[in-house]
């Protein structure tokens, strides 16, 4: 295995664990699984070493006690919050819960385990189905096991709304076991743990693919928002706005019903006949009113399924859809009734107060509820001088870097190439063990070949001068030399000269 963390001891337990690293998209769940692999001890007492309690581990959509996890894993594995919004189904249902909701939903998986959660998140009431079956891709689980050394369970696959996987354009497979969750005393892991049949989502045709792999992405984009970042009132004006504009609605905001389910159900043709998405059947019933519900003037949160596919059908592409909610959030839209904007009043006294006292406009927009575009919206909307420091670390500015870093470049000369902060590429190296090693020693290479070339300037340029005197000029290298390259130094001194010898450094 590539990753192997190292043993942590378990004091009380005097038991230690060796940890695999938490992959960037991996389940938390699938983690924790693979930890009870390559130790071996029982399902119930790798939870206990982890959680600190028999069956939290085996929770495989919503965490729990992830402080006693931190603790117990050394902070090896990132925050909390971080582990808990990309790591766990939290990061899908929380952008539509307002910000404090979802603060204390937080802050309640934290510190303990919430057997009510799903309850409140609406899950229960929503009839899309809470049982999350597990899911994958092959080809990725594939891929996995060459970069990785063993397949894993990615998170955006278990989104409840994703049914293809985008990277290999096909459809995934569920794996379908008839012992509930809270009854599994291990793990279904992709390649290992419990028995399971495995089914595939029968995507018909190219036009469903298409649509599905569309649902996949924006899925994926909206579990990235930050909590409470979309205000379902908001979102139900940026519906009806959508709807009028594609002659669905009158200009009063009256729903066009016939128009609506001919344009929906021709959207989504065929998707109701996925076997295994209890999920799509029983929205299936709900179409008609789905966007009716959301797009009322007082509407319910929803379940994320439901706004995914009337985004789907309405929005062209995620930009769009964001650049609509952001335009119905303007302050100066006189357009926009003051209840709709009630709740977010408070987020935008909360962002300038923290832009004011220096943050970035990500962090400021992380402790808002909001996503990083509309912070910076609203940064410019209320005249706020910021650094602009949300710079986004994609994969390919990240192979740049490694590139770069591994001919040696200098860390900061790195981070201006790739337009991110220092901060962020000494990040990188201390994360990256092996890339920080190779960046050493070119960086001793590139060293020596600039002094060893100064050196022979300067012998070049004052043939006369004897070594004591050279090494009278300011930033001549010799010491360097010595210390670090002392067999070239010999090679290349003229052999009239003294004999070399570290005193009088320069
Ligand atoms: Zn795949």
């Not at 303990?112 to 689980?141: D, N, Q, V, W, Y």
């Not at 009716?292 to 007082?298: I, N």
Request: charged fraction near 20%; include cysteine; aromatic fraction near 8%.
């Amino acid at each position: 295995m590539l990753y192997c963390s190292g043993p942590i001891e378990q004091p009380s337990r005097r038991m230690s664990l060796n940890l695999p690293k938490l992959v960037a998209d991996q389940t938390l769940y699938s983690w924790c699984g693979l930890v009870h692999a390559w130790n071996g001890s029982s399902a119930t007492s790798t939870s206990r070493s982890l959680f600190g309690s028999p069956y939290t581990a085996l929770m495989h959509d919503f965490p729990g006690l992830l402080h006693h996890l931190a603790e117990r894993t050394r902070g090896q594995l990132g925050e909390p919050r971080d582990i808990a919004l990309q790591h766990t189904l939290l990061g899908y249902f929380l952008p539509l819960v307002h910000v404090d909701q979802a603060e204390g939903i937080l802050q309640r998986v934290f510190a303990g385990t919430m057997p009510e959660l799903k309850m409140k998140l609406g899950i229960a009431a929503s009839r899309i189905g809470g049982h999350h079956h597990l899911k994958g891709c092959p080809e990725c689980f594939d891929d996995d096991e060459e970069t990785h050394g063993f397949a894993y369970w990615h998170i955006d696959d278990q989104l409840p709304s994703a049914m293809v996987c985008r990277k290999h354009r096909r459809p995934l497979v569920i794996a379908w076991d008839p012992v509930t969750p809270v009854h599994r005393r291990g793990w279904l892991l992709p390649r290992s743990g419990l028995k399971r049949k495995w089914i595939e989502v029968p995507v018909l045709g190219e036009e469903q693919m298409d649509r599905l792999t569309t649902v996949a992405e924006y899925s994926a984009r909206f579990a990235m928002l930050a909590p409470g970042s979309l205000n379902p009132r908001v979102l139900a004006r940026v519906y009806q706005k959508a709807l009028h504009s594609k002659g669905l609605a009158t200009a009063k905001g009256s729903l066009r019903l016939t128009a609506l389910i001919k344009a929906t159900r021709s959207h989504f043709r065929g998707i109701e006949s996925v076997p295994g998405f209890e999920s799509l059947q029983a929205v299936t019933g709900d179409w008609p009113g789905l966007a009716g519900a959301l797009a009322r003037r007082r509407p319910r949160p929803g379940h994320p399924l439901k706004h995914l596919l009337l985004i789907c059908m309405l929005f062209e592409a995620w930009e769009e859809f964001l650049e609509a909610y952001e335009d119905m959030l303007s302050p100066i839209d006189e357009g926009t009734p003051t209840s709709a904007l009630g709740p977010q009043v408070s987020s935008i006294e909360t962002f300038r107060c923290h832009v004011i006292a220096g943050s970035s406009i990500r962090s400021a927009s992380n402790k808002a509820g909001v996503c990083t575009t509309t912070g910076l919206k609203w940064a410019k909307q209320l005249g706020l001088r910021y650094t602009s420091r949300a710079k986004v670390f994609s994969d390919d500015k990240k192979n740049l870097a490694r590139i770069a870093l591994m001919a040696g470049a200098d860390a900061g000369a790195v981070a201006e190439q790739v337009g991110v902060s220092q901060i962020t590429i000494n990040r990188m190296l201390s994360s990256e063990p092996d890339l920080k090693e190779s960046w050493c020693i070119a960086r001793f290479y590139r060293s020596r070949e600039r002094t060893r070339k100064h050196f022979r300037a300067l012998i070049r340029e004052n043939p006369h001068l004897t070594v004591k005197a050279l090494r009278q000029i300011p930033g001549n290298g010799y010491m360097w030399l010595y210390r670090h390259d002392r067999a070239w130094l010999a090679d290349n001194l003229p052999s009239l000269w003294l004999q070399i010898g570290p005193t009088n450094p320069d």
